[in-house]
């Protein structure tokens, strides 16, 4: 049996080495600088700002072993992310929903959707991504315990996990509510589940007074946004669209997607309810347990919120995926009897994950090369440097969105020698069709959207920013919206 288990993490594993592969060369990007340059420089991890230590410890650990050679960072990422896969494949069999001929089948097939699944990557090719997928980890291992284990030691294992994934990201905070909810579903013992509520309640004050202690707060302060129920609905449906659903600009083409979506599935299902008995109720709980526990993990989600026009904020969707995964898997063996159909689905929602995974891809190799381009570039300058148009994201793909200065300093750059003018922001470059590019009169160079560059005589300086800067020593570099170009500032005489 243990040989067994081994093989099947190995298959995840060999799976998110080939699915992810691309950006294993990538560098280290935005907000992976902030985590390097704590541990490296300042010498301390993050517990003041967010109470999240998880990920500088990871980084150190890394560091340890690799060095700052990112890949090994990547490859610690893609090892997270087989766990992962493997423990949503475990908790399925620990659920006692599934008929023993059955239960393996259902549980290989939820956890080869979970690494095909598209629209949670950024949690596996971004290094600070890792977060959320440590944090997914952790709660499936807490699931796995209160499951599997009976009495104190099963309920501490299951807190400790809890506690070391909200170390890592809030997005489990639900985790006890789950937890609670399957308890009732399988055992119905209200003794049982009035010690397991005031377990789980002391547990979640202590973890409530020491967030509140070390960090100032329980969850973050950033990104709640508005909070009237119609922000709220927005939410709702910005969120369920994007779990099923790739980014896309045209929102009311998504919406209507989304609809249409909706609409086809309650189609099926009462077309399948009148060719199939209503299946009894160990059975029905198969899918409905893993339904409720989807839209309960989705709870922080519809708190922060996603982006439906790029693969930003992905990472929140990681842990309730685990579960959306399990249902679709369970549905799959209900509805679906011939096993000719279900390969055929399967190999459908494998091919359609490998092409989004693979454009997402795509984006992050980008934004990791544009990133690469101008630290090499600012290596080679005798002087100062200008960047106009340094990209804040590309796609969703970080580039230079936090932590530029602290990215220089890790480089072993002086940052007082490099000077940003302007950071192009997605809806900006958006507009521009091709490439952007100076347009020049006189002794004066513009550069969309809002830099303007006076030459005079072997000087030069740009408007809003003090200080002169000289053209033969001082360099300027500027993002066209595919790559980094010197600009030549002719001289004035």
Known sequence: MKR???????????GTLLLYFPVLGNGFLTDDYASLHRVLIERRILYREFLRPLIDVSFYLNWLVFGLHPAGYYAFNFVVHALTCFMVYRVVLDLPFYPEGRRESVALVAGFLFLFYPFHNEGVVWLSGRLSSMAALFALLAMHFSLTKQGVKGFLAAVLCWFLGLFAYESIIVLPAMILMLEWVIHRDRRRMTWSVAAWG???LVCIVLRHIVAGAVVPNYGKGERTIWAFV?????????CFLPPMENSRLMIGLFSGLLLALVLGYLHFRRRRPDPEAGLRLGYIVPEALFLVALLPALAFGVSTRTSEGDRILYFP???????????????????????LVCVMAATGGIILIGRNNRNWVFASRTATAVLDSVRAAPGRVLLVN?????????????NFETGLEVNGVDARKVLVTHFLMR???????????????????????????????????????????????D???????????QLNLPRQQ
Do not use: H
């Open 475 to 485: 360099r300027v570099y500027y993002w066209d919206k595919l790559q980094w170009k």
């Open 4 to 14: 067994k288990r081994l093989l099947v993490f190995l298959c995840f594993l060999a």
């Open 321 to 343: 995926s685990c579960f959306l995964c399990i249902l679709c898997s369970a549905l799959l063996f209900y509805f679906v009897s011939s096993r000719v159909w279900r390969v």
């Open 202 to 204: 002391v547990a979640g």
């Open 390 to 402: 340094a990209p804040d994201e590309w796609e969703g793909a970080y580039i230079f969105r936090n």
């Open 234 to 242: 927005q939410r709702m449906i910005k969120v369920l669209g994007r």
């Open 427 to 473: 809806l900006e470059y958006l507009p521009v069709s091709g490439g952007i590019e100076p347009v020049g009169r006189g002794g004066v160079i513009s550069v969309y959207p809002a830099t303007r560059i006076i030459s005079s005589g072997d000087e030069f300086r740009v408007e809003g920013i003090p200080g002169r800067f000289r053209a033969g020593e």
